[in-house]
């Protein structure tokens, strides 16, 4: 089993900045996707990023394109998420995913999760 851990979360005003880190407790080297996903109050899980982990080949949710940044660093068994030109829309439980298998865009084809990181953003 691979435990997930959060963290980088917090406010900030429209416009701002934050970075999310998501560190694995066990080797991933069954894993095949990262990814990260945000839920707020009421609404369904969608996926944010997500990256290949063996080639770095990267899918984003048409609302963070151009804003958010995901990125690994397989030393530290890390995932990242840049998050630029925050909005209020971004205001999301985020967690952090991996999977052994395809990287579905899709919450329910990822194996292990975190215990997620709060993100809210302030006009």
């Known amino acids: 089993q691979v435990q997930l851990v959060e963290s980088g979360g917090g406010s900030v005003q429209a416009g701002g900045s934050l970075r999310l880190s998501c560190v694995a407790s066990?080797?991933?080297?069954?894993?095949?996707?990262m990814g990260w996903f945000r839920q707020a109050p009421g609404e369904e899980r969608e996926a944010v990023a997500i990256?290949?982990?063996?080639?770095?080949?990267?899918y984003y949710a048409d609302s963070v394109k151009g804003r958010f940044t995901i990125s690994q660093d397989n030393a530290k068994n890390t995932v990242y998420l840049q998050m630029n030109i925050l909005k209020p829309e971004d205001t999301a439980m985020y967690y952090c995913?991996?999977?052994?298998?395809?990287?579905?865009?899709?919450?329910?084809?990822?194996?292990?999760w975190g215990q997620g990181t709060q993100v809210t953003v302030s006009s």
């Open positions: 995913a991996a999977g052994t298998g395809a990287c579905w865009a899709r919450a329910n084809a990822y194996n292990y």
């Open positions: 066990a080797s991933t080297a069954s894993i095949n996707c």
């Open positions: 990256i290949h982990t063996h080639t770095y080949g990267t």
